[in-house]
């Protein structure tokens, strides 16, 4: 089983919609939460990082975590066509500062 | 553009070959991580390195090796490749690296085909 699971979609939706993602995990080290996002033959840029369990919002974009369940969530409101890409959710422990990464998601937003 | 420039884009080569692949940082940035991209695989972690000494190592293949010189960029080189090396190579790059707020930044990565 690996650590971090992400279900890779594809995740096609009309614009305007919001689109859900979301990861779990299984390592209880994981204290640090990403999510960034990958546009085609480009490198993953980083869209919103947490620590704490709650929301965390900024814009369009609002994280989710909950530790107790071992469950973190993106949403993307008033999703736009630009928002067509992969997104991958990435996690940490607290002094392991490499990242582990989810399978990503590939999302398309249709005009 | 994130700052953090790889090169080749493409790489090409044969089973049995070594190549080398370079980072270089973005300006400031003393840390840099090495990643591989395979669709089977995702993401995965291969070493971290900061101001030219190892700080953490993932699944790496004692195959591969990596070097920061004292100018800070990066090199990964694969050795022995196999068909199953071909894949993604990102390499990303942060102020510290040892914080775990500290973002970090990926290059547009190289993609090495095996034949």
């Known amino acids: 089983q690996k650590e971090v699971e992400q279900d890779p979609g594809p995740l096609s939706v009309p614009e305007g919609a919001i689109v859900s993602l979301n990861c779990t995990y299984s390592?209880?080290?994981?204290?640090?939460f990403m999510w960034y996002r990958q546009y085609s033959r480009k490198g993953p840029e980083l869209l919103m990082y947490?620590?704490?369990?709650g929301n965390k919002e900024d814009g369009r974009f609002t994280a989710q975590v909950d530790k107790s369940s071992k469950y973190i969530s993106l949403f993307i409101r008033d999703s736009q066509p630009s928002d067509s890409a992969t997104y991958l959710c990435?996690?940490?422990?607290?002094?392991?500062?490499?990242?582990?990464f989810g399978a990503g998601t590939t999302v398309t937003v249709r005009a | 553009d994130s700052g953090v420039t790889q090169t080749p884009k493409h790489l090409i080569t044969a089973t049995g070959q070594r190549v080398t692949l370079r980072c270089s940082p973005r300006?400031?940035?003393?840390?840099v991580y090495w990643y591989q991209q395979s669709l089977d695989q995702g993401l995965q972690f291969l070493i971290q390195?900061?101001?030219?000494?190892?700080?953490a190592k993932g699944n790496i293949l004692e195959r591969f090796s990596a070097q920061q010189f004292p100018d800070l960029h990066s090199e990964l080189n694969l050795s022995s490749l196999e068909l199953g090396d071909s894949a993604l190579y990102f390499c990303?790059?942060?102020?510290?690296?040892?914080?775990?707020?500290?973002?970090?930044?990926f290059g547009p990565g190289t993609r090495l085909t095996v034949l």
């Open positions: 300006s400031g940035d003393l840390s």
């Open positions: 990435a996690m940490s422990g607290r002094h392991d500062y490499k990242l582990s």
């Open positions: 390592n209880s080290a994981f204290q640090y």
């Open positions: 947490t620590y704490s369990s």
């Open positions: 390195y900061y101001n030219g000494e190892e700080r």
């Open positions: 990303a790059s942060s102020v510290d690296g040892g914080s775990n707020t500290d973002t970090q930044y």
